[in-house]
């Protein structure tokens, strides 16, 4: 019976191979994709977290053969033994003599070997295993949170540098403007040289940033389509509002220990300890039973249905062995309770970090808000300024200038919030396509 139960749990614990449309496919009649879209494509390509979760099943696989440990064994055994016999073998008359030198005998039995008492080794085993599991699983949903991470960061970039071209563009028309009024006046003389020349300075200067931002565009793309494995041509990134809300960091700090990291940690911790029981079972006796039911049996022992052999094994001496091998199960329990220690440390320390660094860049992009409406209306009264010759071209220069690093700081700093938002988030153990 346990033979069967065992085919049964490792046909359960077999791949599936599940008939699934291709992501390129499921793109094809769409013009826009957001981020839970991405990070979806991205949960089907990525070869970390697939092979992150071939180590759940490898540790199911350790649960069956933990549960084997503990259950014993059943089996059918049929033997036929064939031999040579000597011609004077043949005139034996006892009963025994006959069969141990018969030409031929069959003999077919049920064999149940079943442990009785290992020390703990069997219920320390099988508790291993569970942890191992929690571990593995653990482990796999926070290789989801840094894939769900890499994907934002990639996206929000991706993001940030089309509306960093839309800026420059902007900037660069406006750029132009300023020269073709700049050559107007130097030819009726109301302008220098030396301005003109400034403002061509200027605008070149832009086209090298345009020039540099389309590069670090096209690399953003890549990344993106490295990670959601589908082209992004002819797909716009749709970015969606994250709302407004007052987090707590005490609040956050609470759930450090539903970190996946931290749980799988803590799983560690106790696997090694359920490790070092297992090792102590080697101090203690080994009491087992064999039975054989025989259902063919030749010669003397023909009625002789049945037989049972209780077994006590008693460790005396093995040179040093169990003793070594139980410090260094104890060494190695110590050593995952440290790490666990350091571990969820850690995960305090990236939730205070995660918070500052939300807080800073939520103020940051409200203040260059503010310094982009100041630095609006600053370009604007230059320049009616110098319509009527108050200011030189210069100062609208400069003007055009701190609009342009104020618009492009706001840019960046806006979508760096988003992704600290989710850094808060995904720090605290809380993530991430449901709340998208």
């Known amino acids: 019976m346990t033979g069967i139960f065992l085919l049964f749990g490792l046909l359960f614990c077999l791949p599936t191979v599940n008939a699934m449309e291709s992501a390129a496919e499921q793109l094809e009649s769409k013009t826009y994709i957001n981020l839970r879209e991405c990070y979806e494509l991205a949960l089907k390509r990525s070869e970390t977290l697939a092979i992150s979760k071939e180590q759940i099943e490898r540790a ?24 040579d016999v000597r011609k004077e073998s043949s005139s034996e008359s006892s009963s025994v003599g006959s069969t141990l030198t018969a030409r031929e005998r069959t003999e077919s039995k049920f064999v149940i070997s079943q442990p009785l008492f290992q020390g703990f080794k069997s219920l320390g085993a099988l508790m291993g295993a569970g942890n191992l599991r929690s571990q593995r699983k653990n482990e796999w949903i926070r290789a989801q949170h840094l894939l769900f991470l890499d994907v934002a960061r990639s996206f929000y970039q991706v993001l940030r540098y089309q509306k960093d071209l839309e800026i420059i563009q902007e900037i660069k028309k406006l750029f132009q403007e300023r020269i ?38 096209q690399i953003e793309k890549n990344i993106l389509e490295f990670l959601t494995g589908v082209s992004l041509e002819g797909l716009t990134l749709k970015d969606t ?33 359920k490790n070092l029981i297992v090792v102590q079972s080697d101090l203690w006796p080994f009491v087992s039973l064999n039975f054989n039911r025989y259902t063919e049996r030749d010669g003397f022992q023909s009625n002789i249905d049945w037989d049972a052999v209780f077994k006590i094994d008693v460790p005396l001496f093995r040179g040093g062995k169990t003793i070594g091998n139980i410090k260094d199960a104890v060494s190695a329990w110590k050593q995952a309770k440290l790490s666990y220690s350091r571990t969820r440390r850690e995960a305090e320390l990236d939730i205070k970090q995660a918070y500052q660094n939300w807080r800073t860049t939520n103020e940051r992009y409200k203040a260059l808000r503010e310094s982009v409406y100041a630095s609006e209306e600053n370009f604007r009264l230059q320049k009616e300024e110098y319509t009527r010759n108050l200011v030189n071209n210069l100062d609208v220069l400069q003007a055009l200038e701190a609009l342009y690093q104020a618009n492009r700081q706001a840019n960046e700093i806006y979508y760096q919030s988003k992704l600290t938002h989710w850094q808060l988030q995904i720090a605290s153990g809380q993530c991430c396509s449901e709340q998208l």
């Open 60 to 83: 199911e696989a350790s649960f069956f053969r933990a549960t084997s440990e503990a259950l014993g064994d059943v089996s059918f055994v049929v033997t036929s033994t064939r031999q």
């Open 180 to 217: 073709e009024d700049l050559s107007q006046r130097e030819k009726i003389g109301r302008s220098r040289p030396s301005e003109l020349a400034t403002a061509n300075a200027g605008l070149q200067n832009i086209e090298a940033e345009l020039a540099e931002s389309v590069g670090a565009l």
């Open 241 to 273: 509002m994250i709302p407004e809300e007052e987090i707590q960091l005490d609040r956050q700090l609470s759930h450090v220990d539903l970190r996946p990291d931290v749980e799988a940690s803590e799983n560690a911790m106790k696997l090694a300890r």
